[in-house]
């Protein structure tokens, strides 16, 4: 790495990043289940299983692989300025592969979402400048999930699976002589070493058929957190005069500085849901979700910082610069939500085919406290209203005796207005009302073996 590499490394790593977790939290995962405002913890069987409930996947009974393509819009805004939040776009899919070991029905799932202009995001940002704390660059993330399912019996279905992240260590070394008179003349050796280590988090559910047409089920998905910490270590010799002249001062010294940023984070999940199939062509769910936001921390950059000069005797007017503390980072103080969802689909057959009708709804309260003080974290509790159809095609000829599924979906957020009230008149940011909409668009292929 070239020297005037260091400097910048060295001022990403310091500097403070939005928290993120992944897009699938926010806009849901595959056009049916978002359709279904996301109620599907008890209904789920297609890929998007991997995501909202791993059970899911042993409803399954013969191979089937999903596409599809996500788009948002965000319009958020303070005081009716727009933003400019960037929106989130990529592909989703993924796999079921579905078998039998030791006659006991299993299967297999793999699911991705793959933003299509990054892979990754960071944004650094003070914790005074006010952000859409839930938005902006906590959803620029890749997703990679693998799942295993199985059913004992017919009315029960377990899984669990595993999603896959990755964190950032790293750090460099400085060492040599540095010319205070001669800056050109400095001789200095460095090296850089940094690994992308992987992050693993759990997540586990079961359904259970019950009489009478219905479906219960429960899920769990672990917290996890992504971070980034840069060592620093800068030791050697100032020297005021020649370089090499041996008459020259000479003050050993060295500096050291580790930087801790915490750059995602996903709260711990419990999801409960039931679905009654009122009809062959009805089905009703419902699904409540407790969301573990109490345990976000501030994603400020947290730095320790020291320094060491032996400076000679009789060296009048020299002494050791103090190291300037840190800012003290608030307290974030998110408090737990409850999100009630509902969905209802319908059914309607179309000679061997069959066409569905869906929607959707949940409230996803805001855990952000207001902000009267230093921060400005900006959210608001959002309604979330989806619609969307699903075609089924069956039986199209010799090469594809399976199916083929278009599913497609539109879903609105609105926002609820929300007045920021600083506690102090003299805050440099000041009060400000924040707004917004948010539309979520997309549409996934299906396709199905026998």
């Known amino acids: 790495m070239r020297a005037t590499a260091l400097p910048a490394a060295l001022a990403l790593a310091l500097a403070p990043a939005a928290a993120r977790a992944n897009p699938l939290d926010m806009y849901g995962f595959l056009s049916r289940s978002t359709a279904l405002g996301g109620a599907v913890t008890a209904d789920v069987g297609d890929v998007s299983a991997g995501y909202y409930n791993p059970a ?70 003070p914790q005074t400048q006010p952000r859409w704390e839930l938005y902006s660059v906590r959803l620029q993330r890749l997703y990679i999930a693998a799942s295993l399912a199985i059913s004992p019996w017919r009315w029960l279905r377990l899984g669990g699976g595993l999603v896959f992240m990755a964190s950032t260590r790293g750090g460099f070394d400085i060492s040599g002589r540095i010319s205070a008179t001669q800056p050109a003349n400095s001789a200095l050796t460095h090296g850089v070493d940094a690994d992308l280590t992987a992050v693993r988090y759990l997540q586990a559910g079961a359904q259970v058929d019950l009489p009478g047409n219905v479906t219960l089920g429960a899920a769990y998905r672990d917290e996890f957190k992504l971070d980034t910490a840069l060592d620093a270590d800068l030791q050697g010799q100032i020297v005021v005069g020649g370089i090499n002249d041996p008459r020259a001062l000479t003050i050993p010294g060295h500096y050291g500085l580790r930087s801790h940023v915490m750059t995602a984070f996903q709260p711990r999940q419990v999801t409960l849901g039931a679905v009654w199939r009122m009809t062959p062509e009805l089905r009703v769910m419902a699904d409540l979700m407790w969301v573990q936001w109490s345990r976000y921390e501030n994603p400020t950059a947290s730095l320790d910082v020291a320094l060491d000069l032996t400076i000679p005797a009789g060296v009048p007017g020299l002494r050791q610069p103090s190291v300037p503390r840190p800012a003290a980072r608030e307290a974030m103080r998110f408090h737990d939500t409850f999100v009630p969802r509902v969905g209802l689909e319908l059914t309607t057959p179309v000679g061997r085919h069959s066409l569905a009708f869906r929607l959707g709804y949940h409230f996803d309260p805001t855990p952000v406290p207001a902000q009267a003080g230093l921060t400005n974290f900006i959210d608001s509790s959002r309604h979330v209203a989806a619609f969307g159809l699903g075609l089924t095609l069956r039986r199209l000829g010799a090469l594809l005796p399976g199916t083929i599924v278009l599913d497609v979906h539109a879903s609105m957020q609105l926002l609820n207005s929300r007045s920021i009230v600083k506690a102090d008149p003299n805050d440099p940011v000041g009060d400000y009302l924040a707004s917004g909409t948010v539309l979520n668009l997309g549409t996934t292929l299906a396709v199905g073996f026998e």
Do not use: K, M
């Open 56 to 125: 899911g996947l042993a409803r399954l009974r013969s191979f089937r692989a999903e596409l599809g393509y996500l788009y948002t819009s965000p319009s958020l805004n303070t005081d009716g300025r727009d933003n400019h939040v960037d929106s989130t776009r990529g592909f989703v899919g993924g796999l079921v592969a579905p078998g039998r070991i030791f006659r006991l029905p299993f299967a297999f799932g793999l699911a991705v979402h793959v933003p299509d202009d990054r892979l990754s995001q960071v944004r650094a940002l």
